[in-house]
């Protein structure tokens, strides 16, 4: 077992608590690849992440690796993972004879499903998830898969695109998924429904709040969701939220018990209230990546202590804590208010938690900051934009913990 070098990185507050960020790079493990692909936590809260270089563990203090050097996993190239309720760890894997399949861990021993041993002959595993019987559920580039009473089961429905990105399991048990470009599908007790939204969309996350409103956010930069009871789309684009242009990940949204939601883009976390319509925005900062490259979030789960865990394609692992805290105990649900609105010369904003904001900034569609200062304590504020071309740009209002507030605004 090694021990990793920790870098910490704490935004400094005079008077509140910080939120702190961790960065585990891995390099103590001295692994072939530093890609990591996939994770989940298992009921101890413990860390499993599949990588090109074999399957992670992380048990708060630890890390350790499984490869076929040291144990009977089935490849080193591992791109997805799936935990059960009884703790069995499941993977989808590759390997250099051009296998894939599944290879389960009860912990001690490792067992494989493929095509040369079972009814099993799927073409990348890009997602496992488990229904509320504990049955496993697959989603592959060549349909929808699910392992029943040791039978293997694969759903052909009606569609153009047999590629399945993401699988969600509602309260009902039905499954949800997202293919290509073929719209959203619901399986429940041997019946495919359809959901096309008038756009034709692909999808890089999915999740479902308590209410079964179905969340995904698309390749437009765009979050929408589907209201299962009116069958309704609604569809907040890119110029409704902060999210960056031009990443195509799965696994990018989650919704935590309090139904607000969390999604990730490049070093971004986005926190979104749909009931107050407010954005606040978490970024890694860069002292805590390589400085000549430019990683990303590739996944990312919350576990039941409040913290985030992302993983990267060559920059670690990372925590943010103090963040769940932060918003349960001072939550900014009093909003900001903006005027004029649409605006050419000066954009005025208010907010009755004025006190705790430091800074105040301008940002275009892109992420670009075009102007950042900082603030006093008084009640209303005002910001010179006679400068801006015409668009749609987000004042951005940052507090003494580093969490940011986003509010769309219009340049005439």
């Given at each position: 077992m090694k021990t990793l070098s920790i870098i910490l990185f704490i935004f400094l507050s005079t008077v509140l608590s910080s939120q702190t960020w961790t960065n585990y790079d891995l390099k103590d493990l001295n692994l072939e690849y530093l890609d990591l692909y996939d994770l989940e936590l298992d009921s101890f809260q413990n860390l499993w992440v599949a990588s090109l270089s074999g399957l992670l563990k992380f048990d708060g203090n630890d890390w350790s690796l499984y490869d076929t050097s040291n144990s009977n996993i089935p490849s080193n190239l591992i791109f997805t993972v799936g935990i059960d309720n009884n703790d069995i760890i499941w993977i989808g894997y590759e390997n250099d004879l051009d296998e894939e399949g599944i290879g389960?861990?009860?912990?001690?021993?490792?067992?494989?499903?493929?095509?040369?041993?079972?009814?099993?002959?799927?073409?990348?595993?890009?997602?496992?998830?488990?229904d509320n019987n504990n049955n496993p559920w697959f989603a592959t580039w060549n349909f929808l898969w699910s392992f029943k009473n040791n039978q293997w089961l694969q759903y052909t429905f009606n569609s153009n695109d047999f590629e399945v990105y993401e699988i969600e399991v509602d309260k009902n048990n039905?499954?949800?998924?997202?293919?290509?470009?073929?719209?959203?599908?619901?399986?429940?007790?041997?019946?495919?429904?359809?959901?096309?939204?008038?756009?034709?969309?692909?999808?890089?996350?999915?999740?479902?709040d308590s209410n079964n409103n179905i969340w995904i956010v698309n390749n437009q930069n765009s979050l929408m969701h589907l209201n299962i009871v009116s069958k309704e789309w609604i569809v907040r684009d890119t110029m409704e939220t902060p999210i960056s242009y031009g990443f195509n990940i799965p696994h990018t949204i989650i919704v935590d018990k309090n139904n607000t939601l969390w999604i990730t883009d490049k070093r971004n976390l986005h926190n979104f209230n749909p009931e107050t319509e407010l954005w606040k925005t978490y970024t890694a900062p860069d002292s805590l990546y390589p400085t000549e490259e430019t990683f990303s979030f590739r996944d990312f789960k919350l576990e039941a202590n409040g913290n985030f865990w992302f993983i990267t394609a060559g920059a670690g692992v990372f925590k943010l804590s103090d963040v769940i805290t932060d918003v349960e105990v001072e939550p900014f649900i009093n909003g900001i208010s903006i005027y004029p609105n649409p605006s050419n010369s000066f954009l005025t904003y208010e907010t009755n938690n004025i006190?705790?904001?430091?800074?105040?900034?301008?940002?275009?569609?892109?992420?670009?900051v075009l102007i950042n200062d900082n603030v006093d304590n008084a009640m209303r504020n005002s910001i010179n934009v006679s400068k801006l071309q015409s668009g749609v740009y987000f004042l951005q209002l940052t507090d003494m913990k580093g969490v940011k507030y986003s509010k769309k605004f219009v340049i005439e």
């Open positions: 389960v861990f009860d912990g001690k021993n490792w067992k494989t499903y493929h095509s040369k041993n079972s009814d099993f002959n799927p073409f990348s595993v890009s997602d496992i998830v488990f039905s499954i949800w998924f997202t293919t290509g470009f073929d719209g959203l599908f619901k399986y429940f007790n041997g019946n495919f429904e359809k959901y096309i939204h008038i756009n034709r969309y692909s999808y890089n996350g999915l999740a479902i006190t705790s904001i430091i800074q105040h900034s301008i940002v275009d569609l892109s992420g670009k």
